[in-house]
């Protein structure tokens, strides 16, 4: 799969349902009494596996839309299990089997097949079953369950996966189990067992989970955001721009990657802190950070396996050397092998070497890009696209499908409800935040926008990446390149022969819309008012077009009469072309051309003269203070209409179009007074 680079990438979404919280509520439904509902649950192969298991056991399961309804077992059933490739399935189950007398053959695909399960065997038989593994480590497992006995079990290494294991046992068995961590996991099988009215005693000085003899009963489980596929999304803030991701589970003992995060510098911002069955969920903010290198011992990394590979991506371009691992504590169960990882830093560009149990990264200012090899890990595949998006030339992944394990959708993400803006400059970064405001403000979430980092040498493969999303927009110097990929001109683009939105071989212009806008925002109504505009270039003749549309009595003015006068017969009347500028008492002077932004900063094409005989200017240039001409409007205290209000209602009917939204003028003023409002917040942080 080709990766292309982004310069900025703006969005607000939701991440997938948490992977190990659906997994447990399946299995725990499975041996409730009574009907449990799973409400939002990840839909994936590893929670696939546990509902087939599930299904095995006994229970009547039935997924209806976003809600999977089990009807719990009323005998539970042995024989064989296929839990694919789910290790956490696995490791429950055996604990399942182990409690409930049950004997199970609990098979796996390939790669679960390779898994170390030795964890499980000892105190699962030290509460009486027979657990057999294959050469004494790993699957096929056999499992003889028999009278269970109570135990209190010191974890000689971090596994939440064994830790749920030894409570079900118990849970089922009908006896005491206290489970002591050095290293204290993830708890959610024991929180959910809590919520569904099992005795559970959390012992934070000791460390320790007690489960007494006790029964659940099915109930309404809502899961919340997947941490660990939510900061692949923040990777991609901290990296290009911003990125909000809504209703993620902040659980402390999932979300350590946060903790390393900050101390490396990352700008993350945690909101909207509630409980849900639970379970503590929020919404989490990233904005582009310059990271610095740090340590993360053994201890620390065993926290946060599943967050390893996206971290060591981003230590890739921190500043200075950091080091993952230590012989204190070694770490287990890392999916994705230490080896994977340092060849797919080093292949976008990075340094990174490998050593007993642990990664030495030094970063680098950027990644150059390059191919990957994925080796079919979902992280590996999803830690390499963030950081291909954002290094200089982009590059490749061997598989993409891989990451359907933990994050269906991955990729969607990034382009369907997003738009993919096209351009050079200032102007295309200011319109970037300005598209992810006001995608924002009609749609809410689940949108984003990508700034596309194209060059004179992939113009082609560039607007072949931005037809996959929603639709684009286009910004100088691509306007005519992107032309030559729209079949249909639709509106008054058919007559300016330009384009700043494109969607499905469509083209549309919305230049003129956005003035109208600005003008009507100001209680300027363009209907029988003389009216000026400078240039003829693409915007000029959309504004244009949009004007006489109001019925507008319209002058054009263009250094090159040439080009004014064809434009003026193109559209058949309407407008005066100018030879030269005069004072004529215009109701409305609008600058459509580059004079007074870039390299044309401090000058006017018009002047002051001209703009004090005129009753208001608007100016579609963007600069980084005020142009001189609108500075001749307040100096004469004329209304004056600056380009990121312009760019505000351009962007505003060009967003409708690419998201099948149907604008009214109406909404638009909320929207930009909205905007006005989020501008001075974030001016006063």
């Not at 299904?55 to 296929?82: H, M």
């Not at 974890?155 to 749920?164: A, D, E, F, L, Y």
């Not at 582009?288 to 990394?301: D, F, I, P, Q």
Request: with cysteine; aromatic share 6%; hydrophobic share 40%.
């Amino acid at each position: 799969m080709k990766i292309f680079p982004r310069q900025e990438i703006y969005g607000v979404y939701t991440a997938p349902s948490d992977k190990s919280v659906t997994q447990s509520a399946i299995l725990l439904g499975a041996i409730a009494k009574g009907k449990t509902y799973v409400v939002h649950p990840l839909i994936g192969p590893d929670t696939q596996a546990a509902v087939n298991c599930a299904k095995k056991l006994g229970a009547k399961i039935k997924v209806k839309g976003n809600i999977i309804e089990i009807k719990g077992a009323k005998t539970l059933k042995g024989g064989k299990f296929d839990c694919q490739n789910s290790g956490a399935t696995m490791r429950m189950m055996c604990g399942v089997a182990s409690g409930a007398g049950l004997n199970a053959v609990l098979t796996g695909g390939k790669y679960l097949s390779h898994r170390q399960m030795r964890g499980v065997k000892e105190p699962l038989e030290r509460m009486g079953a027979t657990v057999a593994l294959t050469d004494y480590s790993v699957a096929p497992i056999w499992v003889e369950g028999a009278t269970v006995r109570p135990i209190e079990y010191e974890m000689p290494s971090p596994s939440s996966q064994v830790k749920s294991a030894i409570l079900l046992c118990a849970l089922l068995g009908k006896v005491k189990a206290t489970v002591i961590e050095k290293i204290k996991t993830a708890d959610h099988t024991e929180t959910l067992l809590k919520e569904m009215g099992a005795t559970v005693v959390i012992d934070e000085e000791k460390k320790s989970v007690t489960i007494s003899e006790s029964e659940i009963v099915g109930k309404r489980i809502y899961i919340s955001g997947d941490f660990s596929s939510a900061i692949y999304l923040l990777a991609s803030g901290l990296l290009s721009g911003k990125v909000t991701v809504k209703n993620v589970g902040v659980n402390p003992t999932r979300t350590a990657a946060l903790n390393i995060l900050k101390r490396m510098g990352a700008k993350i911002e945690i909101s909207n802190k509630r409980l849900l069955c639970g379970e503590l969920l929020a919404d989490i903010t990233a904005y582009k950070s310059e990271l610095k290198a740090t340590h993360v011992t053994g201890e620390e990394a065993n926290l946060m396996e599943n967050e390893i590979t996206v971290l060591s991506m981003l230590m890739g371009v921190a500043e200075g050397e950091s080091i993952i691992g230590c012989d204190e504590a070694p770490i287990v169960d890392n999916e994705a092998k230490f080896e994977n990882i340092s060849e797919m830093i080093n292949a976008v560009g990075g340094n990174c070497k490998t050593f007993e149990n642990g990664l030495v990264i030094k970063g680098v200012k950027r990644y150059k890009g390059g191919s990957v090899k994925t080796y079919g890990d979902h992280r590996i595949a999803m830690s390499a696209s963030v950081a291909l998006w954002a290094s200089e030339n982009g590059g490749d992944i061997d598989d993409d499908g891989c990451v359907n394990v933990s994050f269906p959708g991955f990729f969607d993400k990034y382009k369907r409800g997003n738009i993919g803006l096209v351009g050079k400059g200032r102007t295309v970064a200011l319109a970037s935040e300005v598209y992810f405001k006001v995608l924002g403000l009609i749609r809410g979430e689940n949108y984003g926008c990508a700034f596309i980092d194209a060059t004179e040498d992939n113009l082609k493969k560039a607007f072949s990446e931005l037809k996959t999303y929603d639709g684009y927009a286009v910004y100088s110097p691509y306007s005519a390149e992107a032309l030559r990929h729209i079949i249909k001109l639709v509106g008054h683009a058919r007559i300016a022969r330009t384009i700043n939105a494109a969607k499905a071989n469509k083209g549309y212009s919305t230049d003129g819309d956005g003035v109208v806008a600005a003008l009507k925002y100001n209680n300027i109504f363009p209907i029988n008012k003389k009216i000026l505009v400078l240039g003829t270039g693409n915007a000029a003749r959309s504004i244009v077009c949009s004007l006489v549309a109001e019925k507008a009595i319209v002058d054009v003015y263009d250094r090159n009469l040439g080009a004014a006068i064809e434009f003026a017969k193109r559209l058949g009347g309407g407008v005066e072309v100018l030879r030269e500028i005069t004072p004529k008492n215009y109701d409305v002077i609008i600058n459509a051309t580059p004079i007074g932004s870039g390299y044309y900063e401090g000058e006017s094409i018009a002047d002051e003269e001209s703009v004090k005989s005129s009753g208001a200017v608007v100016d579609l240039a963007v600069a980084e203070g005020k142009t001189k001409i609108i500075e001749y409007a307040e100096d004469n205290r004329i209304t004056a209409i600056d380009g990121e209000c312009v760019m505000f209602f351009t962007v505003y009917y060009a967003a409708c179009v690419l998201t099948g939204k149907l604008p009214t003028e109406e909404e638009a003023f909320k929207a930009y007074t909205a905007y006005l409002r989020l501008d001075e917040s974030s001016m006063k942080d």
